[in-house]
């Protein structure tokens, strides 16, 4: 059993900076690989970066690629998302999530969530 709570949302103006946390409760989180996701008002939910258990491998959508920056560290059971260059289209409510052995793309191959928190970039 694998407890997420993520923090760091907030409003910041377009072009600013933010960094998420996700900590994780229980023993065996390096085991996990950590996938954050978003969703937006009237959007479908959507995969934004993952990072294996060990760290050594990220994945980034498209749409925040050289923007976002996903990092872990498994001795704090923590995983951040840092994001810079944030845009309007940036803002949605944020959700780290959890899953063995590898990142997955799709958020229905997730084992535990976040209750999420919440990123406003203003314009």
């Known amino acids: 059993q694998v407890q997420l709570v993520e923090s760091g949302g907030g409003l910041v103006q377009a072009g600013g900076s933010l960094r998420l946390s996700c900590v994780a409760s229980g023993r065996t989180f390096s085991r996990y690989a950590m996938g954050w996701f978003r969703q937006a008002p009237g959007k479908e939910r959507e995969f934004v970066s993952g990072?294996?258990?060990?760290?050594?491998?990220?994945y980034y959508a498209d749409s925040v690629k050289g923007r976002f920056t996903i990092s872990r560290d498994n001795a704090k059971i923590t995983v951040y998302l840092q994001m810079n260059s944030l845009k309007s289209e940036d803002t949605a409510i944020y959700y780290c999530?959890?899953?063995?052995?590898?990142?997955?793309?799709?958020?229905?191959?997730?084992?535990?969530w976040g209750q999420g928190t919440q990123v406003t970039v203003s314009s």
């Open positions: 999530a959890a899953r063995s052995p590898i990142v997955s793309y799709r958020g229905a191959d997730y084992d535990y």
């Open positions: 990072i294996s258990w060990s760290g050594g491998t990220a």
